[in-house]
């Protein structure tokens, strides 16, 4: 008999997906069910877009590429850095993957060694221990607190940089809580670890912010590692196209790797994440706004039900919220929101143990829909 390997053995379930297909299971036999757990747009992608990797494949762009993507890709990234961020960013540095988790896991491949440690909060995008543990490294969670909007604490990651410290995961704006990193925090948290660990920022939703824009660790810290795609600011998720932005040392390793697990990024795709960087802007405002509409109503609701957060998530499309007076077990609680309510939510232990007695609700949906989400949510708290 065929057994798996102990690592995929030992690999937990990803709560989200739970959650999904039980709701589409309960769909299935004919209930209603509002969709507030997973994270991705609900907006197409844009026609600009698609209108490029339509014309790609009408040409042709249906094959193998550079193992670090195509030239003109890489060149359009390194602009983008360069407006956005003030920041230069040669197109030799960058590889184009299959998606941000390609980019990730490449990364971690060529910089993990066995029993390394990498530093992440808790709570945290819950895929990040599992890149790490597939590599043999440790995981190690930093608690971090509502009050101070889920942030590291400078002094305590300062405390955990040792000799086995090898990485440190920075993510904002954030998944699961929305918030983004102060620009004074990034600088002191690169100030801290400059030299002794490699920051690996996932950008991955950089410019989905509502007051003022996500800085990139590059402006503070020109050896860190940035992971970023096409997923989620340009509604792509099913193009499955990212790419990652190393240090020169660390370019060939990656190079390498890409060329034996996936040889090459998707041909087509790449022209039309040329389109999305270069022609998409008006789309991608219509669809901040609409996000930031969504926003809004989602933590006013909250407020109204007893359920404030307590520093405004400013980016993303998430708000992570607090319903610790209601059960001890968030995990059981958002299977009985589901079942009870027809609300889908994320349980905030999908993202560490500091997520419990959180959920983590996803307003990539419309008006409508959260509206009604909501008024459901609450009617289930009022008679519970």
């Not at 297909?21 to 069910?33: H, K, M, P, V, Y």
């Not at 440690?117 to 990040?128: G, N, Q, R």
């Not at 919220?321 to 999908?350: C, H, I, K, M, Q």
């Amino acid at each position: 008999m065929t057994r798996p390997s102990r690592r995929a053995s030992g690999m937990p379930p990803f709560l989200v997906m739970e959650v999904l297909e039980r709701a589409a299971a309960l769909e299935r036999e004919g209930r209603s069910i509002i969709h507030m757990e997973i994270g991705e747009p609900d907006f197409d992608t844009p026609e600009p877009i698609r209108a490029a990797g339509v014309r790609a494949m009408a040409e042709g762009h249906t094959h193998y590429t550079h193992s670090q993507g195509h030239p003109q890709l890489r060149e359009a990234i390194s602009r983008w850095m360069d407006r956005r961020y003030g920041v230069e960013v040669t197109p030799g540095r960058i590889v184009v993957t299959m998606g941000t988790s390609g980019a990730m896991l490449l990364t971690c491949a060529a910089l993990l060694d066995p029993g390394d440690h990498v530093l992440m909060t808790d709570p945290c995008y819950a895929c990040y221990p599992n890149f790490v543990r597939a590599f043999h490294g440790e995981s190690v969670r930093l608690r971090v607190h509502e009050a101070d909007g889920f942030q590291y604490d400078i002094d305590e990651v300062a405390r955990h940089l040792d000799g086995k410290t090898k990485a440190l995961f920075l993510n904002s704006p954030s998944n699961p809580t929305g918030t983004v990193t102060s620009s004074d925090r990034m600088r002191r948290l690169a100030e801290a670890t400059a030299g002794r660990v490699q920051v690996i920022s996932d950008e991955i939703y950089h410019g989905l912010t509502y007051k003022e824009p996500a800085r990139s660790i590059l402006e503070f810290d020109p050896d860190a590692i940035v992971v970023s795609g096409f997923s989620k600011l340009y509604a792509m998720t099913g193009w499955r196209l990212g790419y990652a932005i190393l240090p020169e040392p660390l370019v060939r390793p990656v190079q390498k790797l890409q060329q034996n697990l996936f040889i090459s990024a998707p041909d087509f795709a790449q022209f039309a994440a040329i389109a999305a960087l270069e022609e998409a802007h008006e789309d991608v405002e219509r669809m901040r706004r609409c996000y930031d509409a969504r926003r809004t109503l989602v933590l006013a609701r909250l407020q109204s039900m007893g359920l404030p957060v307590l520093v405004e998530p400013t980016g993303a499309f998430y708000v992570f919220f607090n319903v610790a007076r209601y059960t001890p077990d968030v995990l059981s609680f958002s299977f009985e929101v589901l079942e009870a309510a027809g609300v889908a939510l994320t349980p905030g232990v999908d993202f560490g143990p500091g997520g419990e007695g959180f959920l983590r609700l996803s307003y990539a949906n419309s008006l409508e829909n959260l509206s009604e989400g909501l008024d459901r949510l609450e009617h289930f708290l009022q008679h519970r």
